[in-house]
């Protein structure tokens, strides 16, 4: 990972990028430096996310909430202020979400599995 010098990030001007479901759509808006990844994401009424995810993220609730499923069958919600964590290959997890949710995410190298 580089050193990242102080800087403000104006959520506003950054991209939103679509992504869809199994149902619903997810919207990203990214920012990376080097070995790290911050996001705001955002999931539609109704999101079930198309895939099992394996890398490892620390997920922040901003708005509304939602549930992550992992591969094992166990579910856990997060609601507004709550937060989870995990690393790379310790937990195959995807979302969902009945009628929204916006998070902050971030991932990255410092992550990965030792």
């Not at 990214?30 to 999101?47: A, D, M, N, P, S």
């Not at 901003?62 to 609601?79: C, M, N, P, Q, R």
Request: proline share 1%; hydrophobic share 30%.
């Amino acid at each position: 990972m580089s050193n990242i010098p102080f800087q403000t990030i104006d959520w506003t001007s950054i991209k939103k990028v679509e992504y869809k479901g199994e149902t619903g759509t997810a919207y990203w808006q990214t920012i990376e430096f080097g070995g790290l990844r911050i996001r705001i994401v955002e999931y539609t009424k109704g999101y079930l996310a198309d895939h099992w995810c394996k890398k490892g993220h620390i997920v922040h609730c901003l708005e509304g909430e939602f549930i992550t499923e992992l591969s094992t069958g166990e579910k856990t919600k997060l609601s507004k202020g709550e937060s989870y964590v995990v690393s790379d290959e310790l937990g195959s997890h995807r979302s969902v979400s009945e009628n929204g949710v916006k998070l902050l995410i971030v991932d990255g190298d410092f992550l990965k599995n030792k």
